[in-house]
T-cell receptor, first 111, second 118 residues
């Protein structure tokens, strides 16, 4: 059973387009994190959300945590080729416990 | 920001060899470290949770005798793949989390180790 369902799995878009990646679960999470990973490297933390309904912005990236803390989304505005990579959502069921990862979204932005 | 160093970054060795991978937290004390395995174009799969000074907790299906974990200090955890075989070839990634009152503190990841068993 996949606890965190991430979609879409693959996304190929043109530079300048907007996109949204979703991370959904039937379980409540204490916190949820988004990471970006490039080939051959470890994941790099983008953001942590802990409060239901929380919205955080990181330049062209907007992260939202659902009111019930069961889902999250990542929205990228005006995507650029440099945004290409694997985006991973990961949640902790309880504070201090190991992260559960979604399957990831491979984003390809072409110029 | 917090830095986690993982070494080596790449290992190529013969079948039957044991391989040790180190994970160090460079600017914070990591009470808990995690070891993950990642197959190409897939997400991270948690193998085990390592707490300093105690035995690691392994996820279901992960052989503890195959993947030996030692967390001897607050800045170092090691993963030893014993008698490695080609099916053990994978990308192994560690992460570390420090301790403070904010128990939602995020994990910081090393850059991974690409293990190739011939």
């Amino acid at each position: 059973t996949q606890l965190l369902k991430q979609s879409p799995q693959f996304l190929s878009i043109q530079e300048g387009e907007n996109l949204t990646v979703y991370c959904n679960s039937s379980s409540v999470f204490s916190s949820l994190q988004w990471y970006r990973q490039e080939p051959g490297e470890g994941p790099v933390l983008l953001v942590t959300v802990v409060t239901g309904g929380e919205v955080k912005k990181l330049k062209r990236l907007t992260f939202q945590f659902g009111d019930a803390r069961k889902d999250s989304s990542l929205h990228i505005t005006a995507a650029q080729p440099g945004d290409t990579g694997l985006y991973l959502c990961a949640g902790a069921r309880q504070a201090g416990t190991a992260l559960i990862f979604g399957k990831g979204t491979t984003l390809s932005v072409s110029s | 920001g917090a830095v986690v160093s993982q070494h080596p970054s790449r290992v190529i060795c013969k079948s039957g060899t044991s391989v040790k991978i180190e994970c160090r937290s460079l600017d914070f004390q990591a009470t808990t470290m995690f070891w993950y395995r990642q197959f190409p174009k897939q997400s991270l799969m948690l193998m085990a949770t390592s707490n300093e000074g105690s035995k690691a907790t392994y996820e279901q299906g992960v052989e503890k005798d195959k993947f030996l974990i030692n967390h001897a200090s607050l800045t170092l955890s090691t993963l030893t793949v014993t008698s490695a075989h080609p099916e053990d070839s994978s990308f192994y990634i560690c992460s570390a989390r420090g301790y403070d009152r904010d128990s939602n503190q995020p994990q910081h990841f090393g850059d991974g180790t690409r293990l190739s068993i011939l």
